[in-house]
């Protein structure tokens, strides 16, 4: 059974940092492409980015490039968001999902239950 499993969520004020895990299980981890969304109340959801260890693929969505970043752990098959200079407008929830495909971007089949991350300013 595939599972996603988000953490690292919370209350973090303006300019600070906060990095969020996605945890795996089920699928061969090195094979599948692994993203990043988020979804802010009364917006659609909004890519992130994404990683693919097999392709060598990492990919963060232009508007967020420089403050943050992807990575990931295959020994713990965990993926990392690592958000910095937070803003109020990134507060939102985050999802993390899994797709069968090698390469970035993916058609997203598995989701996470995601994890709250709010920005007080």
């Known amino acids: 059974e595939v599972q996603l499993v988000e953490s690292g969520g919370g209350l973090v004020q303006a300019g600070e940092s906060l990095s969020l895990s996605c945890t795996t299980s089920?699928?061969?981890?090195?094979?599948?492409?692994i993203g990043w969304f988020r979804q802010a109340p009364g917006k659609e959801r909004q890519g992130i980015g994404c990683i693919a260890i097999g392709n060598d693929d990492n990919i963060i969505t232009h508007s967020l490039k420089g403050r943050f970043t992807i990575s990931s752990d295959n020994a713990k098959r965990t993926v990392y968001l690592q958000m910095n200079s937070l803003k109020a407008e990134d507060t939102a929830v985050y999802f993390c999902?899994?797709?069968?495909?090698?390469?970035?971007?993916?058609?997203?089949?598995?989701w996470g239950q995601g994890t709250q991350v709010t920005v007080s300013v």
């Open positions: 999902a899994a797709d069968p495909s090698t390469a970035c971007p993916a058609s997203y089949v598995y």
């Open positions: 089920g699928f061969a981890f090195e094979n599948w492409a």
